[in-house]
């Protein structure tokens, strides 16, 4: 029985049911009412008639007796009168009475010296009756009875009517609500219901995953919600799985997110990955509306996560959401993604001390621009020192304890934040693989020569099986700076490093982007595009035909404030561009707690302001500036629709919003201005390559993206994607554990012989 139908009969019911129950307790009321007022009318009746019987009763005047009763016979329902003696022998009677007592006088008539007037309902010769009987008195003697009956049958036909219309008003009731009910069912849950049918039939027969059209709020809500989970996980794995396909058949070497899975499990085996960084990939915070998370912007979580996802592993970070004790366990574990589980945070609390000490100030003021060199003077302080080695301790103890009894597990150490971790880590458990990547630049040694510990970030470093870093350069910079500082043997030809008879390997592994196969779908025609950017300037209040687009936490390594001078010279050099060219600038505000930061956002904000009082007009200004953080989904579109994607880093490790844009391009359209100092500018040659500091390329570079014939674009974009497509993320995690997973954790003996002798020596 379809659902409408049984949910109907059932609401029929039920109404009805406690309709009757309600209409049953009303008429019974009534009946009562009724015949309460009768029985009163009937003995006040009964008694007055009784005192005005007495004289004649007392004389014996029975003709003048019948003739009182007679008289009676007239009143509104009343059906008789009857006069009786002391022995209950009528002397009076009505004549309609006399048939209708046929010899049979009802029980109440009967003597029996009752002093008050009395009634009762009885049946009288087939009709229903009141019958109320009062004593004649004289003085204090009883001389007789007087009798009244009322027709009581227009209770029945009172009651009767109550029913019919109690009746009536049930089943127009039950029609009203079966016909409610249906329409709810039929357009609050039908029309929902075929909705997502349809839409999960052309999910399941069409090639290209169909734009969602599901019910979005109420009741649907989380419903909605969860099958368009399940419907991105088909796509995926559909795609993953046609993608395989494809790959077989042209015995091409793709790394995908499946294939990287399959692989870890495969290299790995029982190992367990523990992945190691400051940053973590998920916060909580209390918002108005309850607890909500985000993805903090930074390069590494974007790089990092699609390997957990695939492995399944444990990522250790700090905690930094003000929410984040009351979204994990004791141990401070929680599984994530929030809204789709794949793999274990386990977060670390540090004190206000610590933080200050290791991340804002050894991390961020020494390390940070001690690596890039962007004329920022590093700053180095015994007491952040000490707070650096501390914290390096707090989490090595946290990976001990993640790792306690598994059997060869592998970490993975992020960044400048851990250099002293691999040491610690190797000396608790040799048969740990250790690697750390590096994801900043590593400058050369004269420059790196100025950190006050630069011996022990060494040692620290090298305790590690396997160091990474984005290019081949950073690779050397780092080799010559081990050679310089420390006592060690470089073994150029194989890219490592032998010390104390432990080995650490080198390599370069660039870093990069997912770039998945829904981010390979078809491209929206150019019009569609057109109206989609303009409505994404419209948003800010600006007409303007032509967007161009940079995304970056703002950081003096970014060259933010240069890329902002060679768009000033743009719109000098080239006029005619005022009016038709917009740059948004996504700006996500970072490490504010340090002062030179807390600077930079405000000559950020106050160049950008300078350029736009220059040029703007009511309709149109230069540059949008957003400095806030923006959501991945936020910044697609943008990505999506830029005619050019500007990265003007003055150092950067690799950078992987340049990445991100040409990942993004599916359609093949745009063009990608790119720093010489970024790491991405050693993959992307097909970048307009730049130097930040010369505000006259910038602005040339700029005016040639517009002006790129799109044959010209397209070739470059294609050959950028051929670029990230091949060279993804997967990749670079699948390098980076299967160098791992080469590496002995201990010398061969002939190595130990050979570092003997050049210590020695
Ligand atoms: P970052 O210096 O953080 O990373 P980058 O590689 O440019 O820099 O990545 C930034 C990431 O944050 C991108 O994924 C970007 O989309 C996101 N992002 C930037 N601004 C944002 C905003 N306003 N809102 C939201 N998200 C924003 C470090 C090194 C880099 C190296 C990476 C990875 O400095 O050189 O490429 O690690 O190794």
Same mark, same amino acid.
């Given at each position: 029985m379809?659902l409408?139908?049984?949910?109907n009969?059932?609401?029929?019911a ?9 209409a ?5 009321s009534?009946?009562?009412?009724l015949?309460?007022?009768l029985?009163r009318? *009937? ?8 005192k ?13 007796l ?43 008539l009967?003597v ?6 009395r009634g009762?309902?009885?049946? %009288?010769g ?10 004649v008195?004289?003085?204090?003697? /009883?001389i007789g ?13 009172r009651?009767?009517d109550?029913?019919?219309?109690t %009746? ?5 009731q ?57 419907? /991105?996980?088909?796509?995926?794995a559909?795609? *993953? ?12 070497s793709?790394? /995908? &997110? ?14 367990r990955?523990?992945v ?21 912007a ?5 790089a ?11 990522w ?7 929410? =984040? #004790?009351?979204?994990? =366990?004791?141990?401070?574990c ?11 945070? #386990? ?22 621009p ?7 003077r ?23 304890r993640?790792?306690?009894g598994e059997?060869?597990p ?10 002293? $971790? ?14 750390? +990547? ?9 420059a ?32 010559? !700076? ?15 490093? $032998?010390?104390?008879?432990? %080995? ?5 592994f ?16 150019s019009?569609?595009?057109?109206l989609?950017r303009a409505?994404?300037?419209?948003k ?5 035909? +032509?967007m161009?687009?940079?995304?970056? #936490?703002v950081d ?11 768009l000033?010279?743009f +719109? ?7 009016g ?57 579109p ?15 490790? $690799?950078?992987l919003v *340049?990445k ?24 992307l ?5 730049v130097n930040p500091?010369d ?10 993206a ?6 010209k ?39 130990q012989?050979?570092?003997? !002798?050049?210590? &020695?020596?």
């Open positions: 379809r409408a139908l049984r949910l009969l059932l609401l029929i039920g109404v009805a049911a406690v309709a009757m129950g309600f049953y307790y009303q008429v019974r009534e009946r009562r009412g015949e309460r007022d029985q009318q *009937a003995l006040d009746l009964a008694e007055s008639q009784a005005a019987v007495e004289p004649l009763l007392a004389a014996h005047s029975y003709k003048s019948q003739a009182f009763v007679d008289r009676s016979a007239g009143r509104e329902r009343l059906a008789g009168m009857m006069v009786s003696d002391t022995a209950g022998q009528p002397v009076a009677i009505t004549s309609d009475l006399v048939a209708r007592l046929n010899g049979k006088p009802p029980a109440i009967q029996d010296g009752a002093e008050e007037a009762e309902f009885i049946q %009288l087939g009709v229903r009756m009141h019958a109320a009987i009062a004593p008195r004289a003085g204090e003697t /009883t009875t007087l009798a009244v009956f009322h027709d009581a049958a227009y209770i029945d036909t009651v009767g109550a029913w019919r219309r %009746l009536a008003s049930v089943a127009f039950t029609l009203l609500i079966a016909a409610v009910t249906l329409l709810t069912v039929r357009w609050g849950l039908g029309k929902p219901m075929q909705q997502m049918a349809r839409w999960m039939r052309d999910l399941r027969t069409s090639s290209e995953a169909p734009a969602p059209e599901l019910p979005g709020s109420g009741e649907f809500e989380s419903f909605t919600r969860e099958v368009s989970h399940l419907a /991105t996980s088909f796509t995926a559909r795609a *993953a799985a046609e993608e395989e396909a494809r790959l077989r058949e042209s015995a091409e793709q790394w /995908t &997110k499946d294939r990287l899975r399959i692989f870890v499990q495969g290299r790995l085996g029982d190992s990955l523990v190691v960084s400051n940053r973590e990939p998920y916060e909580h915070f209390h918002r108005a509306s309850g607890i909500e998370w985000s993805v903090p930074s390069g590494l979580v974007t990092q996560e699609p390997i957990l996802r695939a492995c399944a592993g444990t250790i970070a700090q905690a930094t959401g003000d929410a =984040d #004790r009351e979204t994990s =366990d004791e141990r401070g929680l599984r994530v993604p929030p809204d789709h589980p794949q793999y274990t945070l #386990r977060r670390v609390w540090l004190t206000e001390e610590e933080v200050k000490g290791f991340y804002l100030g050894f991390a961020n003021e020494g390390l940070w001690l690596c890039h060199i962007a004329h920022t590093p700053t180095f302080r015994a007491e952040d020192w000490k707070q650096y080695e501390a914290v390096n301790r707090k989490f090595a103890a946290a990976v001990l993640e790792i306690r059997q060869d592998v970490v993975l150490v992020q960044d400048y934040h851990f250099a002293l $971790m691999p040491k610690l880590i190797k000396k608790a458990r040799p048969d740990a693989r250790v690697a750390i +990547f590096w994801h900043i630049p590593w400058p050369n040694p004269e790196f020569g100025i950190c006050p510990w630069q011996r022990e970030l060494l040692e620290g470093l090298l305790g590690a099986d396997l160091v990474g870093f984005h290019i081949q350069a950073h690779c050397n910079n780092f080799l010559e !700076t081990v050679d310089r500082v420390l006592e060690s043997r470089i073994e150029w030809d194989r890219n490592a490093v $032998m010390r104390h008879g432990h %080995l650490t390997a080198v390599r370069r660039p870093i990069s982007v997912a770039m998945d196969p829904e981010q390979n779908g078809s491209s929206a025609s019009e569609l595009q057109y989609e409505e994404l300037l419209a800010h209040g600006v007409r303007a035909a +032509f161009g687009i940079g995304v970056d #936490r003096y390594t970014k060259g933010i404030l240069e890329r902002f001078r060679g000033e010279r +719109f000098e050099k080239y006029p005619a561009y005022r038709e060219f917009t740059f948004v600038q996504i700006g996500a505000p970072s490490r504010s707690e340090i002062r030179r930061y807390h600077d930079f956002m405000l000559e950020v904000e106050q160049e950008a302001e300078r350029i736009n009082a220059r040029f703007q007009t009511s309709e149109w200004k230069p540059i949008i500036l957003l400095t806030r953080h923006h959501t991945r989904e936020e910044i697609l943008y990505y999506r629709t830029a005619d050019l994607c500007m990265v003007t880093s003055l150092h950067d490790g $690799m950078n *340049a991100e844009y040409v990942a993004t391009r599916s359609d093949g359209h745009g063009v990608l201005i790119l720093s010489r100092f970024t790491g991405a500018s050693h993959e040659v097909d970048a307009l390559v500091y505000t006259e390329e910038v602005a040339t570079a700029i005016h040639r517009l002006e790129m014939p799109p044959e674009s397209r070739l470059r974009m294609s050959r950028m994607r051929a670029v990230v497509k091949e060279h993804n993320i997967y990749r670079w995690a699948g390098n980076l554990i299967a160098e791992l997973c080469e590496i002995r954790t201990s010398a061969t003996p002939a190595e012989d050979a570092a003997d !002798t050049v210590l &020695k020596s």
